[in-house]
C-alpha cells in the first residue's frame, strides 16, 4: 500500500514562515495536494499538483515537490492559519487515494 | 457555485442500519466522481471508497471494503453511503467530496454528516 508522513505538529510565530513536509515512496510519480482543516469545519483544498493554488486561496500558501517529499510552505503565517493540513495523494490506476496522518499548525 | 449539502446528524443503536445522503449543485452530477472520507472523532481523514454517477462504477478502499455501500442515484442527484449493521466504532463524521480523478484530489467538500452509534 500507499502510505504519506507527516509531522504531527509544527508551530511558528506570526509573521514567520511555516513548512510542513510529507513523505512517501509514491510521490515521485504521483501528485500531492494539502488540505486545510479548522475545528468544526470540513477541510479545504489549498495546493493541488504539488504546488497549483486554487482560486481563492491567498498566496501565501505555496507547495513544492523533491524526491519522495513535498512540501507546503505558508509565508508570513497569520493566526488564522492555525488548523490541521492533510497532504493526500492518489493512484488511478491501481484506485487507491490515501491521506497523511495530519499536521497541527499552532501559530504562536 | 459548486455545493455538496449532505443529510444531518444521525444517533444510532448497534446493529441498526443507516444510508446518508449527499447532493451536490452547481455541476453535472454524472460528470465527476464522488468520494466519502470518514474522520474518527479527533483523528486524521481516511478514504474510504469513490463512486462515479454516470453508471455507478464504484471502489473501495480495503480497509472498508464490505464494511459499507457506496450507491448513487442519477435521477434525483444523490449519493449515499449505507450501513447495514453499525457498530460502535463507526461513530465519525462522515464527508462526501467531489474527485477530480484525472489528477486525483477532492476539490469541493461536503459539509460532514456525524453519526454517533451507542447504545
New interface residues.
Partial sequence: SFELTQPPSVSVSPGQTARITCSGDELPKQYAHWYQQKPGQAPVLVIFKDSERPSGIPERFSGSSSGTTVTLTISGVQAEDEADYYCQSGDTIRTYWVFGGGTKLTVL | EVQLVQSGAEVKKPGESLKISCKPSGYRFTNYWI?W?RQMPGK????MG?IYPDDSDT?Y??SFQGQVTISADRSIGTAYLQWNSLKASDTAMY?C?R??????????????TLVTVSS
Avoid at chain 2, 44 to 47: D, I, S
Wanted: aromatic share 26%; proline share 0%.
Fill in positions: 468520494g472520507v486524521g481523514l481516511e478514504w469513490i471502489r478502499s480495503s464527508y467530496a474527485l477530480s480523478y484525472a489528477d486525483s484530489f477532492f476539490d469541493y467538500w461536503g459539509q460532514g
